[in-house]
């Protein structure tokens, strides 16, 4: 029987980690993975051009866009590493999936809600966000925990 894993992936070097622990652990004849990421929403910000908006944040809107168009590009570029180290574990390329979404509640509840369609196991690297980030926002890692209760997760460390 088939297992079907979520395997919430970032640009991060856990995310990576996770990725390696799966191609490791499971075997690849048994087990379908999609690799799952949640981009922030900067379509809207970036189109942005009402005469509310602060002087500041109209002299830098140029920079930020440029700064999350960058993001994408390494998370994508991150996921195609991921994908070659899947394979190259016998992984076949029709059972690893990439999916990405914008985010729509917050990147932990839409990793969770994605686990609802059908997975048997979130796979996550532990932290993948900087210690001062964690503090004031918490952990993805810590909320979805907390919200996939009827969820198997495996936190890769």
């Known amino acids: 029987m088939t297992k079907k894993i979520l395997l919430a992936f970032d640009d991060s070097e856990n995310a990576m980690r996770a990725v390696e622990h799966v191609a490791k652990l499971f075997t690849p004849a048994e087990t379908r993975v999609v690799l799952f990421s949640v ?62 979404q914008v985010k729509k509640k917050g990147v932990a509840r839409d990793i969770a809600k994605e686990a609802q369609n059908g997975y048997d196991l979130i796979v996550m690297g532990r932290r993948g966000v900087s210690g001062i980030k964690e503090f004031f926002l918490g952990s993805i890692s810590q909320k979805v925990l907390a919200l996939a209760e009827d969820m198997s997760i495996l936190m890769v460390r």
């Open 39 to 100: 981009f922030q929403d900067t379509a809207s910000l970036c189109d942005m051009h009402s005469p509310e908006l602060t002087d500041y944040f109209k002299s830098q809107q140029s920079s930020f866009c440029t700064m999350e168009e960058k993001k994408k590009s390494l998370v994508q570029d991150a996921m195609t590493k991921a994908v070659r180290v899947l394979k190259e574990a016998g992984f076949d390329e029709k059972k690893v999936e990439i999916k990405t």
